[in-house]
């Protein structure tokens, strides 16, 4: 070959990408993770002298899950100062114990209970791979079979049905280990594991990849999902954050994806937050509905962590106290708000701003909130405003609110969900947790932020009782009035907190400079 020859190939190699470098669509802070754990990716992105993001390659970085990954190179590790009220261990079982239930050490333990159930032997085959009791699966080239058996029956109300795959009904093409799958039916439940779906799986005679075996083919990666509640943001961001969490067991965050909704009933499922989908997928949310009748295969699915898994995140979770800052939280916050493009505008330099959120239900309204309101905004340094979340306000600019909140105030209830945006040296302050203590005070020690709650029970006036129809009196159900001073006094120990926090210093100080540049430059 000519030398001139060569030199015309290297030009061409240089000024082609030969990746399409946006689609990554990931927070910069999360792309050396992405490269350690994609070095064939990595590899390119140094060869390309288009990938913007050449400085995040070749970093010797690891989430927490990967083989030989070293504490220190960890993307975040929680801090577990706090007492640990009563649990029995040491210092470094507590340390442990929090990052392998809530941190990235779960998703290690799951990474290493993944069996295989169906063993291929040849690329035309079917495999099965789970974690413990099926509370994770991944399969490829499944068969589901919906012909025989129609999967929404009339008035049916049971949204987690299991009399749909019967044996036959389910499988692959593959070497079962019948025993061993049919031994993990210990927390058979709809959303603690994917066991009722499953039990069935059987190793079938004909091959689920040959197109005349199958009605519907999905040649897309397949996330199926069971969600907990659609219309309460608690219980929903329970869903988004196990398939967040799912999404790292397979190292994969590509929007490129189809999303199937197990549901066995056509009753509407009522999603306020359906917008977050598009963090995960550029397409159409497919009902189980649309495949009835049909023999179905999926070259390549996932069945990911479900939202009630026992010790799971993060509803009911036995969190360990003294602990807080997960880093999978952290980074779920980070690519949620990343992929619907909610940006910091923050902070400002002058005040502090706070968000008190107004509920305009039945319940828990906070009946002074005008005087609370007029309290906090005597005071110069306080940027005040009120949030009225409901459907007028789109969920994109309720995030974008959120997270430009460096104090968050709410009474009890599953706005609060919203702790999850706020920027890293916030702080959330339940007004009051209507005897519901742990809820919230741990989802914001899972997302590392300041919790206070209401302290002295004397200054603060219930309207009554509480009248629920169905469950009676309880403190949930009835509306608060709050002393003016202590309300003052816990809105004024948050704002010190954000003031101190080095994080919330160091971004005063990085916007201080950005606009002294622009000003320096305007003045050129
Ligand atoms: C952990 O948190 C405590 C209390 O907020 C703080 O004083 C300490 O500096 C933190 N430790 C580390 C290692 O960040
Ligand atoms: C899982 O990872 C593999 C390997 O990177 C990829 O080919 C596959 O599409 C991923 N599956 C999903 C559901 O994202």
């Not at 070959?1 to 999360?30: E, G």
């Not at 590790?77 to 261990?89: A, I, M």
Request: hydrophobic residues 35%; aromatic residues 12%.
């Amino acid at each position: 070959m000519s030398k001139r020859c060569v030199y015309f190939i290297i030009l061409h190699t240089a000024f082609v990408s030969a990746y399409n470098w946006d689609q990554l669509n990931l927070p910069p802070s999360h792309l050396p993770f992405y490269f350690k754990n994609h070095p064939d990716v990595d590899k390119m992105c140094r060869e390309d002298v288009e990938c913007p993001f050449q400085e995040m390659t070749g970093q010797d970085k690891c989430w927490g899950y990967e083989p030989d990954c070293d504490k220190s190179q960890h993307y975040t590790n929680p801090n577990c100062s706090g007492d640990k009220r009563g649990w029995y261990v040491g210092k470094k079982e507590q340390e442990h114990k929090f990052w392998s239930t809530a941190d990235f050490g779960m998703l290690l333990e799951r990474k290493n209970e993944l069996t295989m159930y169906c063993k291929p032997h040849s690329k035309e085959d079917s495999s099965l791979q789970c974690a413990k009791y099926l509370r994770y699966c991944k399969a490829t080239n499944i068969y589901l079979d919906f012909s025989s058996k129609p999967i929404t029956k009339g008035n049916e109300r049971d949204r987690y049905r299991e009399d749909i795959l019967g044996p036959g009904l389910v499988g692959g093409h593959c070497e079962l280990d019948k025993a061993g799958l049919r031994a993990q039916g210990e927390h058979k439940s709809p959303l603690q594991s994917w066991f009722a779906e499953m039990q069935h799986f059987s190793s079938l005679p004909f091959y689920p990849s040959k197109e005349e075996n199958c009605d519907i083919v999905f040649n897309k990666p397949t996330y199926l999902m069971k969600l907990d509640a659609g219309v309460n943001m608690y219980h929903h961001f329970c869903d988004f954050v196990n398939l967040y969490a799912s999404q790292h067991l397979n190292n994969s965050f590509t929007t490129d994806v189809n999303i199937i909704i197990w549901d066995t009933t056509s009753l509407p499922y009522g999603d306020f937050f359906s917008v977050t989908w598009k963090a995960f997928t550029d397409h159409r949310i497919i009902p189980l509905s649309d495949l009835d009748g049909k023999r179905v295969c999926i070259k390549d699915a996932v069945f990911p962590l479900l939202a009630r898994m026992r010790y799971g995140l993060y509803y009911n979770m036995p969190l360990m106290p003294g602990c807080f800052g997960s880093g999978l939280v952290k980074a779920f916050s980070e690519h949620i708000l990343h992929r619907l493009n909610v940006r910091q505008t923050g902070p400002s330099k002058e005040k502090i701003r706070v968000t008190l959120l107004s509920r305009n239900t039945q319940y828990r309204n906070i009946l002074n909130q005008e005087e609370l309101l007029k309290a906090m905004k005597s005071d110069e340094e306080l940027e005040v405003s009120v949030a009225e979340y409901n459907r007028l306000m789109p969920f994109e600019e309720q995030l974008k609110h959120s997270h430009n909140s460096d104090i968050f105030i709410g009474i009890h209830g599953a706005g609060l969900t919203h702790l999850l945006f706020q920027p890293d040296w916030a702080v959330v302050i339940e007004l009051y947790n209507c005897e519901d203590p742990g809820c919230y005070s741990d989802l914001a020690r899972l997302r590392g932020l300041k919790y206070i709650t209401w302290e002295k029970k004397d200054k603060l006036k219930q309207e009554d009782e509480g009248h629920h129809p169905t469950l009676g009196a309880h403190a949930k159900f009835t509306n608060y009035a709050f002393d003016i001073s202590e309300f003052m006094r816990l809105v004024y120990k948050a704002a010190d907190h954000v003031r101190n926090h080095p994080e919330f210093i160091q971004a005063r100080k990085r916007k201080s400079e950005f606009k002294h540049e622009n000003i320096v430059k305007q003045e050129l």
